[in-house]
Nanobody
Framework: QVLLVESGGGLVQTGGSLRLSCAVS????????IGWFRRTPWKEREFVAI???????TYADSAKGRFTVSRDNDKTTIYLQMNSLNPEDTAVYYC?????????????????WGQGTQVTVSS
């Protein structure tokens, strides 16, 4: 069992930045992958970014060049730095975890989810 808690969402103007955090606890000794996803009224659980156990990352096209995923040395907090935000980034952002390390971009591959944090970008 892995517990995930997101924080850091809020209201920001177009062009602004936010840093989301995902606190990971529970059975974290085994390799796992952390994914960031977002939900809007039009898309359910859209892939945003991934960080593998080994520290590699990959991004959705919409996030490339603007978003950066990182983590603490002890792997207990994963961050999503979001820059140059625009209204299309408005969504509820979730972090999710699944066993094993790899580039899993489908949300159905993840069994553990946080409660989500709202990001609103005003125009």
């Amino acid at each position: 069992q892995v517990l995930l808690v997101e924080s850091g969402g809020g209201l920001v103007q177009t062009g602004g930045s936010l840093r989301l955090s995902c606190a990971v606890s529970g059975r974290t000794s085994n390799p796992y992958t952390i994914g960031w996803f977002r939900r809007t009224p039009w898309k359910e659980r859209e892939f945003v970014a991934i960080m593998t156990w080994s520290g590699d990352s990959t991004y959705a096209d919409s996030a490339k060049g603007r978003f950066t995923v990182s983590r603490d040395n002890d792997k207990t907090t994963i961050y999503l730095q979001m820059n140059s935000l625009n209204p299309e980034d408005t969504a509820v952002y979730y972090c999710a975890a699944r066993p094993a390390s790899g580039y899993f971009t489908d949300p159905w591959r993840y069994g553990w989810w946080g409660q989500g944090t709202q990001v609103t970008v005003s125009s």
